[in-house]
């Protein structure tokens, strides 16, 4: 039962393949109802596995079937029950993947010499696969999707633990922020907005939008790609890309217009219904040394405040904070640990560098005086205010303290039971085979079992 604990997570792997160079020999390895798995899918699972660094292994192999073992029994009972995916949930997914394979790769070109391919040629040879296991993925929520758990299933679940097995668990903060970017006058922007503008009239004047993306754009997840967005809703965008984006007909392009990201520029390229395909080129404006000073300034006004006990912190953070994340949120920092659990305690280990340097040495409750920060994400300067809201030692878990912890983990655990009676049911009346080869894989006993009793 423990492996279908797995499911959800492995599922998700399933949907970056990386096309491995196919064997000149492919066979069938698996049967699962109507449907196959190559020889070859099952080798591009095995070249994703090497390219993260791991160690040869074969029997690796093994897991990976087991895996597609299960998207394939899935996607067979969606097919049954109906359950379908949006092409346009297939273009964001599509889009989104390859967005972030390019970064990880350190660019378009360099992930098509790995590929031997073009990224548009990737890009369908995925759709299948995709889709495959969105629907996969839909259908196993279907089949979850009453599997709530009660306090009182929580309580007996923490009960089942003897007391040496309880888990230890580290220490934990809450940390509240105020964030502080600085904001340019006019002046300060013009010269930004001139530099898109004359963009702008080149490709008027007939030069290639996506050369020009790739040369100039600081957009660093579409600029390789020559500033391609790919397909996207109304509620995906900031509010003035999502305006022009959905104003504009295919072919034409917007002036230069500003959002919280920079100057923008977009061209739309196809229209379906509520979903826009565009690209555009973006300009950061640059910090200045005036505007770092004035933003410290008010940095410092809004910690006086705080400490004469003017304005309360969460206050403080609702009204200046630049974060939207937390801003509403009384400025405290979020951690999700898995898809469905966000807390406001976040472990020592994932707690950035930066900010426990600050906030391990500060007193609960107390304040800390504006820290100069630079964002790794976007290299933006500023300053923040934290809050050290609590500080938890480590300790054995219990449930006064550990509550969400528990409730996560009951709640996955009857989710694996409901999954694996789903399993043992549909094995019973699926048609499954399995390849010599393979057979004798720990991980294929389940389904060999059911394929000797056909």
């Not at 492996?3 to 069938?28: P, R, W, Y």
């Not at 049954?80 to 997914?93: K, L, N, T």
């Not at 220490?171 to 300060?188: H, N």
């Not at 305006?243 to 392009?253: D, T, V």
């Amino acid at each position: 039962m423990k492996k279908f604990l797995l499911i959800a997570g492995s599922l998700m792997c399933l949907f970056l393949n990386v096309n491995a160079q196919k064997t000149n020999i492919d066979k069938v390895v698996a049967v699962v109802g109507s449907n196959i798995i190559l020889l070859s899918d099952l080798n591009q699972q095995y070249a994703i596995y090497l390219n993260q660094g791991n160690p040869s292994d074969e029997r690796a192999k093994c897991y990976f079937l087991q895996q597609m073992l299960v998207q394939k029994l899935l996607k067979q009972q969606a097919e049954i029950d109906s359950i379908m995916v949006e092409d346009s949930q297939v273009d964001d997914a599509l889009d989104r993947r390859m967005r972030s394979q390019i970064q990880k790769m350190g660019g378009q070109d360099r992930l098509e010499q790995f590929l031997g391919k073009s990224v548009l040629q990737y890009k369908d040879e995925m759709r299948p696969d995709i889709k495959e296991g969105l629907i996969a993925e839909k259908m196993q929520q279907k089949i979850t999707e009453n599997s709530t758990v009660t306090p009182l299933e929580v309580k007996q679940y923490f009960e089942g633990y003897k007391k040496d097995s309880l888990p230890d668990i580290g220490s934990e903060f809450e940390v509240g922020e105020i964030v502080l970017y600085p904001k340019l006058t006019k002046a300060e922007k013009q010269k930004f907005y001139d530099k898109l503008d004359a963009i702008r009239l080149r490709i008027k004047s007939g030069e290639d939008f996506g050369f020009l993306a790739k040369t100039y754009s600081e957009d660093p997840g579409s600029a390789s790609e020559g500033g391609d967005l790919g397909f996207f809703d109304r509620g995906m965008m900031v509010k003035e890309f999502t305006a022009w984006a959905f104003k504009l007909k295919a072919g034409e392009m917007s002036p230069v217009f500003e959002t919280e990201n920079g100057y923008h520029i977009l061209q739309v390229i196809e229209r379906r219904g509520e979903q826009v395909h565009a690209r555009h080129v973006l300009i950061r404006p640059v910090t200045t040394l005036a505007s770092l000073e004035r933003v410290k300034l008010k940095a410092d006004s809004i910690y006086k405040d705080i400490q004469d006990k003017k304005i309360p912190f969460s206050a403080a953070a609702s009204l200046y904070s630049d974060n939207k994340e937390t801003q509403y949120n009384g400025g405290m920092m979020l951690y999700a640990d898995n898809v469905t659990a966000r807390t406001t305690f976040i472990p020592v280990e994932k707690l950035d560098p930066s900010v426990f340097l600050v906030v391990d040495t500060m007193k609960v409750g107390s304040v800390s005086k504006p820290v100069a920060f630079t964002s790794q994400q976007d290299g933006k300067e500023g300053y923040k205010i934290f809050l050290l809201k609590s500080k938890i030692p480590p300790h054995k878990g219990n449930l006064e303290q550990d509550y969400p912890k528990f409730k996560e983990r009951a709640q996955s655990e009857k989710q694996a039971k409901i999954m694996s009676e789903w399993f043992e049911k549909r094995k019973e009346t699926t048609y499954i085979r399995i390849d010599d080869e393979f057979a004798t894989c720990d991980e294929m006993k389940l389904w060999v079992k059911t394929d000797k009793k056909q």
